[in-house]
């Protein structure tokens, strides 16, 4: 009988992922020197962030904020663990890094069939503890629902859900509403 040899698998640096992200074709995000795939989106997901950002991104620039989507990173923890979100806000001001967001006040994920517990457990948790976190807002991409996660004048963080079509999702911290029904347009929902 052969002894199966065990190879621990490598961790990286931040800055070893930082510079394999720019010559790879594959993303994949940060956790703790971990380097974790991310799958490519569905169509539909896609649309509907492009919705969610045709919807905040001129009046967050008019307030001096800067809205990215998919490609840009955001850190979650400094060093630890580093996410791409479907959407990221930030203070316009927020120019540390040319290609991390440092100090997110606002992010998006879309939810799929395969992502759902990974965006409203662990995701989450993580984006949460973010000291410049004002909102986490989960968005299903199968069936109009969203969860949004507000952090109170007090810290402590409040969840509201939006499932009827004309559901105001409120966001305060930027003067700004959205129908929920406006991140679902032109979106194929199954009955």
């Known amino acids: 009988m052969t002894a199966t040899l065990e190879i621990?698998?490598?961790?990286?640096?931040?800055?070893?992922?930082l510079e394999m992200e720019k010559k790879s074709?594959?993303?994949?995000?940060?956790?703790y020197g971990?380097?974790?795939?991310?799958?490519?989106?569905?169509k539909q997901a896609n649309l509907v962030s492009k919705n969610l950002l045709r919807k905040i991104e001129l009046p967050l620039i008019e307030k001096n904020f800067e809205t990215?989507?998919?490609?840009?990173?955001?850190?979650?923890?400094?060093?630890?663990?580093?996410?791409y979100p479907d959407v990221v806000v930030a203070p316009n001001v927020d120019d540390e890094d040319e290609y991390i967001v440092k100090h997110p006040v606002f992010m998006a994920e879309v939810a799929s069939q395969n992502s759902r517990h990974r965006d409203r457990v662990r995701k989450r948790k993580e984006?949460?503890?973010?000291?410049?976190?004002w909102y986490y807002l989960v968005i299903f991409?199968?069936?109009m629902m969203a969860e949004l996660h507000a952090k109170n004048e007090d810290g402590t963080w409040e969840t509201q859900w939006f499932t009827e079509p004309t559901d105001v999702i409120e966001f305060p911290h930027?003067?700004?509403?959205?129908?929920?029904s406006d991140i679902y347009w032109r979106i194929k929902l199954k009955d």
């Open 174 to 180: 930027f003067d700004l509403k959205i129908v929920l």
């Open 68 to 83: 990215y989507v998919h490609d840009v990173k955001a850190e979650v923890v400094p060093n630890g663990i580093y996410r």
């Open 127 to 133: 984006y949460l503890k973010i000291p410049s976190m």
């Open 34 to 42: 971990k380097l974790i795939p991310m799958a490519g989106e569905s």
């Open 8 to 17: 621990p698998e490598k961790l990286y640096t931040v800055k070893e992922w």
């Open 141 to 143: 991409q199968d069936e």
């Open 25 to 31: 074709d594959v993303r994949h995000e940060f956790y």
